[in-house]
């Protein structure tokens, strides 16, 4: 998976997971209100868990009986210095902690079910910001090809990661 992410154009996060998403992002009506503030896969336990992005891990520990991996993005990736991309739902992992260096695509641990992803601007002084981090997936495309009718000697498809948007604010 980390050959794939050297693909994956800026301003892309890599799927954590391979799973589908079971649970989307709901923007809450205002600041504090209810919402669903990250978007969930659903996840085997024991599945490896990648990093999304390459960057610091800002945060490595446990949240209300979960473990949490907070990365402030590196500046090549394209994402500006105040956002921050987290990823919850792992099997406590000792050699994840916070200060490591991360490649995008670097194993995080293992999944303890559900996986969580979220995106946050910080801005000193005022609260964090969330934002949907659908729109940022790479998504995996592949070339169309015609088959051959005796269904012999059609050549696989390679496929990239590709992502639709760019941050913005």
Known sequence: MILLAFFVAAN???P???GA?????????CEFCAGHR????????????????AGSITFAGVVVGQQFVTIDPDPKSGFG??????????????????????????????ADGLIHLS???????????YV????????????????????IGGRRTSSQLLCSTSIGR
């Open 12 to 14: 892309c996060l890599i």
């Open 132 to 151: 949907d981090p659908t729109p940022f997936l790479a998504r995996r495309r592949s070339r169309v090809r015609l088959i051959p009718n005796s269904r």
């Open 16 to 18: 954590p997971v391979s």
């Open 21 to 29: 998403v079971v649970y989307p992002y709901v923007e809450p009506s």
């Open 38 to 53: 990250t978007i969930d896969f659903e996840q085997t336990e024991g599945r490896e868990v990648i990093a999304p992005v």
């Open 81 to 110: 210095p105040d956002v921050v991309v987290t990823v919850g739902g792992l099997v406590r992992d000792p050699t994840v902690k916070s200060g490591v260096a991360v490649q995008a695509g670097q194993a995080l641990g293992t």
């Open 119 to 129: 995106m946050r601007y910080i801005v000193e002084g005022r609260p964090a910001r």
